[in-house]
């Protein structure tokens, strides 16, 4: 074959699955297996190198590849001596899993040839591959799948296990017979067959062994191990027999456990095998086997084959789960089933932890011990499960020292439990050996082994094995009785018994033991005959007898006269001899005689005397009773032993009746061990009748006689629990109950054993049930808690609860919010605390808490509706006030400050609330409510005092003292103007914690030292309403506005104007100067510095309002007072405070400021009958006299304010009776009812606007204010709107409806929701309805009824939820609009993201906008920007209400961008898809691969590829298109070269032993025309080796297991009546050659050891009492009982180890471990005179245990 013209251009590996496939593009003309371009890269040959691989690699080396010399190893020693280059590096695997090879090339560096190979190859990659991966080979196959094969395409399957080439890739199309060597050589790493790792490399077929290595021969064990022994399985090998009939159609034949291996069951007869299977999860299964094939049941491949009265299973596993082979009745003939498989040994030993230290100081030791462990349940089982198997070596147990530490002085000992000074280590301490389990040949005995200590007492017990693991544990089992057992001597034949004819010729067989002696103890079934027939040759002249003739000893015939007929036998026989002479000549006597084993020795007519055990069957009697006659009434003397054992066998001749055993009672229990008693009856010796049991002497009555029955354990059973209590209250709980399948093994031992659940038959009981199926009452679950406010430092977190009711059907249902109880404020907020901000530039420092406090004496001089305040000062206040107290913190988490009330804490409730910011809210102040209210954050405390001013301005006493019952009543509004009397409080109620105070300077109580300078600021008569005016003018905006959470609070609270604010120091000081007055001049004083004191206050008060204010906005005081005289008066003192503060304004430029209207809080003034005259902030009411009402709003600013009026939120329309007054007041001439509403007035400026309303009623009817427009909410967090019009807002907004009436009196408020009265639990506020977060369920109309005596009137806002346009979640609706729409077109759905839909010119389709939102959105359809309806040669149509835009007759102008916007009320919303047009068409390519490389079948297909803008696509693109036709091109037809073909393997001639098999091998050559023809051997020769025709097999040894029998049932105690018994199992030959065990190891081993009943393990556990303590108090008492093993119906003391199979009882324990309090010198232990013995009274924990007697000493 000529080498390639064209250099290799490149190369392109394309990975598939696991492996990787090399395509070589070339250019030119190329060699190999090639079509236009591509060609499959061949492997390189592992032996026979022909010139065309030379050729070809070495233009592979030498010119076409660039070698990294980096790359290629050091040259070897060996390379060095020859002409060879160093091995290069190892190529890409073929494989990415499963194996496969790698290659390593090398170069000849001589011109001639080199000896040797130029390839060498490996395994790789020999990680089992995913399950989705597949079969290799398929693989392969699978790849042709899109070539032509003779005009057709086929599925092409992998044929496999070719025993002719398993190397050429052989497929065969699906659902045909057709099969195709589509290849000549499969790729590298394929394996030659599915059931070895052989691999395929370059086409040959090479060894691998289950170590991955080429050429290795290890393989896998029977147990699936590589190269292992076997000895973690074992064979098991069985014979079943059906017993099936009509009402027994089914049976189970074996269970084959998980993991096992080399299943193998043949059933011969009519029935059906069939599966079950159960996994290790529990899952169950079933296979009915119903055809013959290969199946995968439970991921194990099962092979089933059926033929007639046959059928075969194999399964090469291992078992992933429990197969339960089982047998089917299909006929009347029995079936036999033979089976054998490997089963796992899943139980082996593994080490444990170190067991606790045996000291806890001092100095112990602890071990470790071993733990047999179920490898399948991954649990610790019972330690014979290991010892069932001796291939499993029990780990040694290793010690270790523990806790070194020296004890502490006090204890004085160590705390070894429970051992002492006086306690020896535990020890093992064994049982006698048991009686040998053979007598002769070698047999086993046993013993039991504990562990035991020794106590002070000197009791011995069972303890722990791992305490005596510090020596080894003494065996238990040792051989015994090794000699050689006895064995028959067969002597030589004695002469024939005649001299003519036929006779009979006789030996004597002894039994001689191995030391040559005549013995007992051979086994008689294997005894050599003694006799046999023999022939003299010379006839006889007389009648032949019938019988042979024996020879007649002369002693016969006496011998058959003997008394009892007994004559001797050429059998060993017992031959008695006659009876003496009775021992007495009356009464009665004994008789003797003399009992011999002998044999007849025919042929010396001899008699020989043998051992007694070489005779079968009973001995016969040698001593007998005889009576001679009565002796007048008495016996003879004799030995009082023989004599009772004589009368025990003869009647009683001089008593008739007598008791007698009569049988058993029922046993008392029907299984797990019962019962029976005898029955005792009197019985007529004579006639055996049942006699009256008074005839019978009661004194020898027999003994009450029980027995044990229905030993056999109870079947299992279901055992039920208590049910628990339920889970929930309502709704629907739980209860639950614990259910057990269990089963009595023993009522005597109260064994009871827990079982698994599917071991109990009967349907198990319910372990769940339903309880409380009853709706539960409407609650309040709230969401998931926000993420904190701020990212430092302190913030608030708030979430959101809805309002549901759990039904009794356990489904829960969203209710309205109404039907909840109350929601508590701190239930959705709460305040969240994170890392403390660190202030820039400044580290950080930990303080302790701080509280600011402000030192301040507030008095209250007119009625205001809410006042601030902050701890640490005083307050005087009028009644019906609302106070909010204000606690400011550092460095301190405000929701963790406490309040306390007079040193009792504080709780909210509905008239003092506990905020959770550090403040404090307390509703319309009552008497009650006086006290020192304390704060606390932390270690700080600051206090507050409240006390309260009455009606005659003295300050109220609390409701303890004993007038508060007569002042409460009268208190009532006042004005400053009123007589005031002086009223000193006498109880102290509130501690200052000032400076003042510290220094001892006020002499009254703390709480009251104030109590005087307040009532004489009181007394200071002569208010001016001047200055009052003056006072009223503040923006009532600045009056409230501190709240809850603003910190300036401090500050707002300086600007009310009706409160007097004093420092405390000053106070202090004016205290301190009356204090150090003389007590005459006392008084006068008092007047003076009280009066400077108002002064001042009012000063002060006047230039902090000005420097609170900016520049620009300080104002003239709008009242200018001329002084008067009176200075001492207060009134007088605040006219010159306020005429110098006006002066002194008016000497500057008036600054400018925003508008302010000044309001007047007081009652309107009514000149006369006819005329209203009244301030804004007032409710007027009109009579039916009013000619005039005067409405007064007087505004100050700079530039001066223009002022404008409203009546109900219009301009109002003068005219001839409604007048604007030159100073901007608003007069109303001869009011009628329309002009009946809230009139506003505005003040504006260029700065800014004020304005303030005044309300006008008919007759004092109320009034409500109302706004009539729309509002639209879509982004503010929060409204707030007057009622009466239409709210319009999303979710999650909070909503504020003001509802501001009027009326004379003052309107009542109520509140409706679609005209259903709302609870408490929404936020009403001061006439506002508050609805947080509202959603749907908040939707409605909201009614606002205001009403007084004088009626009623209601105004409605209608509010409605918004939801913008969204997405929905559910997008089956939009789906199945479509898909009815149009169910063949293609269709998109639309999304804010954008989508794309690929189609076809021509075609149409739908797509979808999905949106969802309230009110429904209006749907617009756009194309590249602009509408569809605009768009030109766009066919389309808009369905399902906007929802579906259908666009028919695409093409390149209709694709683009569709985009459809939903609009509402709340929003926008924009979603994409794109349609992009593209066109597919069929090609026709190059040729495939010819099908074959030889023969008459191989063609090549022409390649149809689908095509899109010249690339390949997947062929169902074209599927619509037109599909060119393709014809099959042949090629290699050609005859294929010689090859050897091969038969199966004849069966084995032997099953062991050593067999042969056969098979056929010829050689045959496939022709052009496809026929196959034989030739002649030599032309397969020069190509291959012949195969060989003839192999050995099973070359194994037939063996057998043998066994002797059972030994004595006298081993160790296992349970109760229950022992073990041992035998002898040895491996042999069939001719009895004994053999190593391991030769049999194939065989099921019979067991050696089994279970049996022993009286002697009737046995448990006695405790007696508790010994006295040793000590009667302190650490060293002890007391001790006696613990034994006793028999159960003797209650007599037997071994303890017969015992050892149930646990041991403590017989030690500590007691009165309680402090000795009495210090008296005494001793706490009874051994303290063994202790003054050994002289160990120089020891301190001696001498402090025994103090009395050492003390002696």
Request: some cysteine; glycine content about 8%; proline content about 7%.
């Amino acid at each position: 074959m000529a080498r390639p013209a064209a250099p290799w251009h490149s190369a392109l590996a394309v990975r598939i699955f696991g492996s990787t496939w090399w395509l070589l593009f070339v250019a030119g003309q190329v060699c190999g297996d090639q079509h236009e371009g591509l060609v499959f890269l061949r492997e390189f040959p592992l032996v026979g190198r022909v010139q065309y691989y030379e050729d070809f690699l070495s233009d592979l080396l030498n010119g076409h590849r660039t070698e990294d010399p980096s790359s290629r190893t050091t040259r070897s020693e060996e390379d060095r001596d020859s002409l060879w280059d160093a091995w290069g590096s190892w190529s890409e695997c073929s494989r990415t899993c499963g194996g496969g090879a790698s290659y390593s090339l090398r170069r000849c560096l001589s011109s001639k040839s080199c000896e040797g190979r130029n390839i060498r190859y490996r395994t790789c990659s020999n990680v089992d591959c995913p399950p989705e991966a597949g079969d290799f080979r398929a693989q392969q196959c699978s790849a042709h799948n899109d070539v032509k094969h003779h005009g057709e395409f086929y599925e092409w399957l992998p044929v496999s296990n070719d025993p002719d080439n398993p190397c050429a890739l052989k497929c065969q199309a699906k659902g045909t017979d057709l099969v195709v060597e589509l290849a000549p050589k499969v790729l590298d790493g394929t394996r030659c067959y599915t059931d070895t790792l052989d691999m395929c490399i370059n086409g040959l077929c090479q060894i691998v062994g289950c170590d991955h290595q080429l050429g290795s021969t290890t393989k896998e064990d029977n147990c699936g191990v590589c190269n292992g022994d076997g000895s973690t399985c074992r064979l098991v090998r069985g014979h079943y027999k059906s017993q099936l009939s009509a009402t027994k159609l089914d049976d189970t034949v074996v269970a084959i456990p998980y993991g096992s291996r080399h299943i193998h069951l043949t059933l011969k007869g009519p029935d059906h095998l069939y599966l079950e299977t159960k996994t290790l999860q529990g899952t169950k299964g079933e296979n009915s086997l119903s055809s013959p094939g290969i199946f995968l049941v439970d991921n194990s491949s099962v092979e089933f084959q059926k033929y007639p009265g046959k059928e075969n299973l194999s399964i090469a596993g291992p078992l992933t789960a429990d197969f339960i082979v089982k047998i089917h009745n299909s006929g009347p003939a029995n079936s036999t089933v033979q089976f054998t498989f490997y089963q796992p040994i899943i139980h082996r030993w593994r080490e444990t932890d170190f067991f606790p230290c045996s000291a806890t100081c001092g100095g112990g030791y602890q071990l470790t011990s071993a733990e047999c462990y179920d490898l399948r349940s991954n649990r610790v089982v019972a330690d014979q499960y290991c010892h069932y198997y001796p291939e499993n070596i029990k780990p040694k147990p290793k010690l270790q020292e523990c806790n070194l530490d020296p004890c502490p002085a006090s204890g004085g000992y160590k705390q070894i439990m429970p051992y002492d000074l006086y306690h020896p280590l535990p020890r093992w301490e064994a049982t006698p050996w048991t009686a040998c389990s053979s007598s002769c040949g070698g047999g086993i005995q046993s013993r039991a082994v504990s562990c035991v200590e020794e106590d002070i007492q000197g009791h011995v017990t069972s303890v722990e094995e791992w305490k005596c693991m510090y020596t080894p544990k003494m065996p238990t089992v040792q051989p015994c009785n090794i000699f050689d057992c006895p064995k028959w001597l067969a002597q030589e034949w004695s002469p024939c018994t005649v001299t003519c004819g036929q006779g009979l010729r006789y030996r004597v067989v002894l039994c001689i033991n191995p030391r040559g002696m005549h013995s007992g103890g051979c086994n008689s079934k294997t005894k050599p005959h003694i006799k046999e027939e023999c022939i003299i040759p010379t006839p006889c002249y007389k009648p032949k007898e019938k019988v042979p003739v024996e020879a007649r000893a002369p002693w016969y015939k006496q011998a058959q006269e003997l008394e009892e007929g007994a004559a001797v036998s050429e059998e060993p026989s017992f031959v008695p001899e006659a009876w003496s002479a009775c021992t007495v000549t009356c009464g009665v006597g004994t008789q003797v005689r003399i009992v011999k084993c002998q044999v007849l020795l025919s042929f010396s007519q001899s008699v020989a005397d043998l051992p007694v055990d070489e005779c079968e069957g009973p001995k016969p009697a040698s001593q007998r009773a005889c009576y001679a006659g009565p002796c007048n009434g008495e016996l003879p003397e004799s030995n009082p032993g023989e004599t009772d054992g004589l009368l025990g066998g003869l009647q009683d001749f001089d008593e008739l009746y007598d008791w007698e055993y009569k049988g058993f009672t029922k046993c008392s229990e029907s299984c797990g061990g019962g019962v029976q008693e005898a029955v005792v009856s009197c019985l007529n010796k004579q006639t055996r009748e049942p006699a009256d049991e008074n005839l019978c002497v009661t004194s020898r009555r027999p003994p009450k006689l029980l027995k044990a029955c229905s030993l056999e354990p109870c079947p299992s059973r279901w055992e039920v629990g208590k049910w628990s209590p339920c889970s929930l209250t309502c709704g629907v709980g739980l209860q639950t109950r614990d259910v057990f399948c269990s089963q009595i093994r023993s009522r005597e031992m109260n064994e009871t054993v827990i079982l698994a659940d599917d071991l109990c038959r009967q349907h198990k009981p319910n372990t769940v049930q339903a309880c409380n199926r009853f709706n539960c009452p409407p609650a309040w679950y709230p969401a998931q808690w926000q993420p904190c406010s701020t990212s430092c430092g302190e913030g608030t977190q708030t979430r959101s609860a809805i309002c549901r009711k759990v039904l009794k059907t356990g489904v829960s249902a969203i209710v309205n919010s109404s039907q909840c109880p109350p929601l508590p404020f701190s239930s959705s907020i709460r305040p969240c605390m994170l890392a403390i901000c660190a202030r820039p530039g400044r580290p950080s420092t930990k303080h302790s808490p701080h509280i600011e406090a402000a030192r301040k004496v507030y008095i209250q001089t007119r009625r205001q509706r809410k006042l601030h305040f902050v701890v640490g000062g005083f307050a005087y206040l009028l009644p019906k006030t609302t106070v909010v107290l204000r606690c400011p913190t550092r460095r301190f988490r405000k929701p963790l400050i406490t309040w306390e009330k007079d040193g009792q804490h504080l709780i909210s409730s509905a008239h003092v609330t506990v905020a959770p910011f550090g403040y404090l809210k307390i509703h319309r102040l009552k008497p009650a409510d006086a006290g020192i209210y304390t704060c606390s954050a932390g270690p700080a405390r600051e206090q507050f005092g409240i006390k309260l001013i009455g009606g005659n301005q003295k300050l109220v006493a609390r409701p303890g003292g004993p007038r508060s019952e007569e002042e409460a009543p009268r208190v009532r509004k006042a004005h400053p103007k009123e007589a005031l009397q002086t009223h000193k409080h006498q109880n102290g109620i509130f501690s200052n914690g000032s400076k003042a105070e510290k220094r001892g300077l006020a002499a009254a109580d703390a709480g009251s030292r104030y109590d005087e300078l307040v009532s004489r600021l009181l007394e200071q008569g002569g208010w001016p309403g001047e200055l009052l005016a003056a006072w009223e003018a503040q923006d009532s905006a600045e009056r409230n506005a501190s709240s809850e959470e603003d910190p300036n609070a401090e500050q707002a609270l300086l600007h009310l104007p009706f409160t007097i604010v004093a420092e405390q120091q000053r106070l202090d000081d004016i205290l301190r100067n009356l204090s150090q007055q003389p007590e005459e001049l006392r008084d006068v004083y008092s007047k003076h510095l009280v009066a400077q004191l108002a002064q001042d206050i009012f000063r002060s008060h006047g230039e902090h309002r000005d420097a609170l204010l900016k520049p620009s906005e300080q104002r003239i005081s709008p009242v200018a007072i001329p002084p008067r005289k009176a200075v001492s008066s207060f009134s007088s003192l605040l006219r010159t405070a306020a005429s110098s503060s006006g002066e002194a304004a008016g000497g500057s430029r008036r600054p400018h400021r925003k508008p302010t209207i000044l309001r007047k809080i007081s009652a309107a003034q009514q000149l006369s009958a006819s005329e209203v005259v009244t301030h804004l902030g007032q409710t007027v009411a009109l009579a039916s006299g009013t000619l005039s009402v005067l409405l007064h709003c007087e505004a100050v600013g700079n530039p001066r304010p223009t002022i404008s009026w409203a009546r109900n939120g219009e301009e109002v329309q003068f005219s001839d009776r409604i007048l604007l007054q030159p100073d901007d007041s608003l007069q109303i001439l001869a009011p009628v009812e329309a002009d009946v509403g809230f009139y506003t007035c505005n003040a504006t400026n260029a700065l800014g606007y004020d304005s303030v309303s005044i309300a006008v009623t008919l007759a004092g009817k109320p009034l409500v204010k109302t706004s009539r427009m729309t509002v639209l909410n879509t982004k503010e967090p929060a409204i707030t709107v007057d009622i009466g019009g239409t709210i319009k807002t999303v979710r999650g907004v909070n909503v504020t409806i003001n509802c501001q009436v009027a009326g004379v009196p003052e309107a009542e408020v109520t509140w409706f929701r679609n005209k259903s009265k709302l609870g408490s639990s929404h936020h009403l506020h001061e006439g506002s309805l508050l609805l947080t977060d509202v959603s749907s369920s908040d939707q409605g109309l909201y009614s606002c009824r205001a009403a007084n005596v004088h009626g009623e009137l209601t105004e409605n806002t209608q509010l409605l939820i918004l939801d913008p346009p969204q997405v929905p979640t559910q997008l089956e609706d939009i789906r199945a609009l479509l898909s009815a729409t149009g169910p063949n077109l293609p269709s998109v759905l639309m999304s804010p993201l954008g989508t794309q839909l690929v189609l076809d010119p021509g075609n149409s389709a739908l797509l979808g906008c999905p949106i969802q939102g309230h009110p429904t959105p209006n749907i617009t359809w756009f194309h590249g920007g602009q509408s569809v309806a605009t768009v030109t040669g766009l066919t389309h149509h808009i369905l399902a209400a906007g929802q579906i835009l259908q666009v028919a007759n695409l093409s390149s102008e209709s694709q683009g961008e569709f985009s459809c916007l939903a609009q509402n009320e709340a929003g926008v919303l924009v979603q994409k898809a794109s349609l992009i047009i593209q066109d597919y068409w069929w090609s026709v390519d190059r040729l495939a691969t010819c099908s074959a490389s030889c023969g008459n079948r191989g063609v090549q297909q022409p390649r149809l590829r689908c095509l899109l803008n010249s690339t390949e696509v997947n062929p169902a693109h074209c599927a619509g298109k037109v599909r060119p036709a393709v014809h099959p091109v042949p090629c290699n037809r050609r005859d294929c070269p010689s090859r050897w073909m091969v038969t199966s393997w004849s069966a084995c001639t032997r099953s062991c032993g050593g067999g042969i098999q056969t098979r056929r091998v010829t050689c045959q050559k496939l022709k052009a025309s496809g026929i196959s023809t034989p030739v002649s051997n030599d032309m397969c020769t020069q190509l291959a080796k012949r195969p060989v025709d003839t192999q050995a097999c099973n070359q194994q040894l037939c063996v057998e297991w043998a066994f002797s029998s059972w030994g004595q049932c006298n081993g160790p105690c296992i349970g109760p009546h229950l022992a073990v018994q041992h035998r002898q199992v040895f491996c042999q030959t069939l001719d009895g050659v004994t053999l190593p065990s391991e030769q049999c190891s194939a065989l099921p081993r019979p067991v050696s050891t089994q279970n049996c009943w022993s009286e002697a393990c009737s046995v448990h556990w006695r405790v007696s009492l508790w010994t006295l303590c040793t000590a009667t108090c302190g650490n060293y008492g002890f007391q001790s009982r006696r613990v034994e093993c006793v028999h159960a119906h003797t209650n007599k003391a037997v071994p303890e180890h017969l015992c050892s199979w149930g646990p041991r009882p403590a017989n030690w324990q500590r007691c009165n471990i309680t402090p000795c309090e009495n210090m008296e010198c005494s001793d706490t232990t009874r051994y303290c005179e063994k202790v003054k013995q050994l002289k160990l009274c120089q020891l301190s924990q001696f001498k402090s245990r025994c103090c009395g007697t050492c003390g002696k000493a």
